[in-house]
C-alpha cells in the first residue's frame, strides 16, 4: 500500500494539478467578447456579442461633426426650378436691301422673339411657415418658380421681394412645419474652418431629391469682387468646398449646421469648380432679409450730391500720383451732405471706413450697405495733401 501510495503522489497529482491548470487557461475567457477557444473543427470563432460591438464602434468612428450637420440640414435644402422669358433679336439679311424704308421695314426688318427658358438653382427654408432665401440670379427674374423639398413635394412659390445689388432674393410657400436652418453668425467665421456647401448642382437635385454635399474649409474672409452684371460682392467668403453651376442660392454651412453664407459666385474657366467659390456672408444677409420681408425692395435713395468716376492713368499723372487708384469727385451740388462736409471738386477719395478704394464701384460697393443717417469716414488727397472728411448720408428730398 505504501508503495502505491508513493507512486500516486509521484505521478498521478502532478498530471491532475496540471490539467486542472490547463483546463482553467483555456477557458477563463469563455462569455467575454474576446477570442474563443477552437471548435470541433479546430477553428476560432467569435462571439455575436463581439462583431455587433465592433460594427457599432466603426459606425460611431464614421458620424463625426460633418456628417451630424449634414443630416441636419439636408430636409431644409431644395431644388429650385424657374421659367423666365428671354427676348431674343433676329434680323433679317434682307433689310440692308431696303435700307430704313418704313414701308419695307415693317416686312424685312428686325425681328424680336420671346421664348421661355427653364433654370435651375438652389435654396433653403429659413422658416417653418416657408420663407427660403436664394440669389436673385436664381429668382429675381422668374415668371413661374418651383421649389422641390427632399420629401418630393412641389410647390408653386410666390417672389416676396428681390435685390439685384446684392444677389438676395426672399421666396414663400405654402407649407406648415417645414424643416428650416438657423441663420449663423458668419463674423464669427475662421478661416481654415470647415465649410459644407449644399444644393442642386447640375440638377441632380430633380433626381435623386437629395441636394449635394461637397465639403473644404473657409480659404478666405473678407473678399471684395469686382462688380459682376450690376450686382455688387463684398465682403464674401472663400470656400474650396465644390461649388457648380445650380449651387447658387444654397446654404454655405459651419460644422454646427449653422448657415453662415449663401452660395453665389464661382471663378472658373470651364463652368466646373476649381476651387475657388464665394458666398454672401449670412450677416450681410440677415439685413437685406429684414427689409424684403417688410416692403419687398431695398431702399436706396440717399442723397450725396457729388458726382464721382475712377482715376485713369490720365488723371494719376496730372495730379502727381504713383498710382491709378482712387474715385475723383467731379462735381459737388450747392447744400448736398457732400457740400455740408466741405469736399470739393478734385478730391480724390482714397479710403472710405477703413476701405481701400481703387475706383468708382468701390464707393458704390459701400454705398449699397448705407442707409439714411449714416456717417462714412473718408481719406482724400487734395492737391496732394491727405485730408480726413465725415460724410453724412440723407434720404434724398422728394
Known amino acids: ?24 487557461i483555456g477557458y477563463k475567457h469563455h462569455g467575454s467578447t474576446e477570442y474563443m477557444p477552437l471548435d470541433e473543427k479546430g477553428s476560432a470563432y467569435y462571439q455575436t456579442a463581439s462583431r455587433d460591438s465592433v460594427s457599432e464602434q466603426v459606425s460611431q468612428q464614421r458620424r463625426n461633426a460633418i456628417t451630424r450637420a ?28 431696303f435700307g430704313n424704308d418704313p414701308f419695307y421695314r415693317q416686312f424685312f426688318g428686325n425681328r ?19 420663407y427660403i432665401l436664394t440669389n436673385d440670379h436664381v429668382a429675381g427674374n422668374a415668371k413661374e418658380i418651383t421649389v422641390t423639398l427632399t420629401s418630393k413635394e412641389k410647390y408653386n412659390a410666390r417672389l416676396v421681394g428681390t435685390d439685384m445689388l446684392s444677389d438676395i432674393s426672399l421666396l414663400k410657400i405654402d407649407g406648415k412645419d417645414l424643416p428650416s436652418l438657423k441663420l449663423g453668425n458668419s463674423d464669427d467665421v475662421i478661416i481654415g474652418e470647415w465649410a459644407i456647401a449644399m444644393g442642386n448642382p447640375f440638377g ?29 460682392y463684398r465682403g464674401m467668403i472663400q470656400t474650396d468646398a465644390a461649388i457648380n453651376q445650380g449651387n447658387s442660392g444654397g446654404p454655405l454651412l459651419n460644422s454646427s449646421g449653422e448657415v453662415i453664407g449663401v452660395n453665389a459666385v464661382i471663378f472658373t474657366p470651364n463652368a466646373g469648380s476649381i476651387g475657388l467659390g464665394f458666398a454672401i456672408p449670412i450677416n450681410r444677409v440677415k439685413t437685406v432679409l429684414a427689409e424684403l420681408k417688410k416692403s419687398g425692395k431695398i431702399d436706396r435713395n440717399l442723397w450725396i450730391g457729388w458726382e464721382l468716376q475712377t482715376v485713369d492713368a490720365r488723371v494719376a499723372r496730372y495730379f502727381g500720383l504713383a498710382r491709378a487708384e482712387g474715385a475723383i469727385i467731379s462735381d459737388v451740388k450747392r447744400g448736398s451732405p457732400a457740400d455740408n462736409s466741405s469736399l470739393k471738386p478734385g478730391d480724390i477719395i482714397v479710403d472710405i471706413n477703413g476701405e481701400k478704394i481703387v475706383n468708382e464701384d468701390n464707393v458704390t460697393a459701400i454705398l449699397i450697405d448705407a442707409k439714411a443717417g449714416d456717417v462714412l469716414k473718408l481719406k482724400i488727397l487734395r492737391n496732394g495733401e491727405p485730408l480726413s472728411a465725415s460724410l453724412t448720408l440723407r434720404q434724398r428730398p422728394q
Open 70 to 97: 449634414v443630416a441636419l440640414a439636408s430636409p431644409a435644402v431644395v431644388g429650385i426650378t424657374v421659367t423666365e422669358i428671354q427676348e431674343y433679336t433676329y434680323r433679317d439679311p434682307l433689310s440692308d436691301w
Open 204 to 232: 441632380l437635385f430633380e433626381i435623386s431629391d437629395k441636394p449635394t454635399v461637397t465639403v473644404g474649409v473657409v480659404s478666405a474672409t473678407n473678399m471684395n469682387l469686382n462688380a459682376e452684371g450690376g450686382r455688387f
Open 1 to 24: 500500500m505504501r508503495k502505491i501510495l508513493a507512486v500516486f503522489l509521484v505521478i498521478c497529482m502532478p498530471m491532475m494539478v496540471g490539467f486542472a491548470i490547463g483546463y482553467s
Open 112 to 130: 424680336i422673339y420671346r421664348q421661355p427658358v427653364k433654370e435651375l438653382g438652389s435654396g433653403f427654408v429659413i422658416s417653418s411657415d416657408g
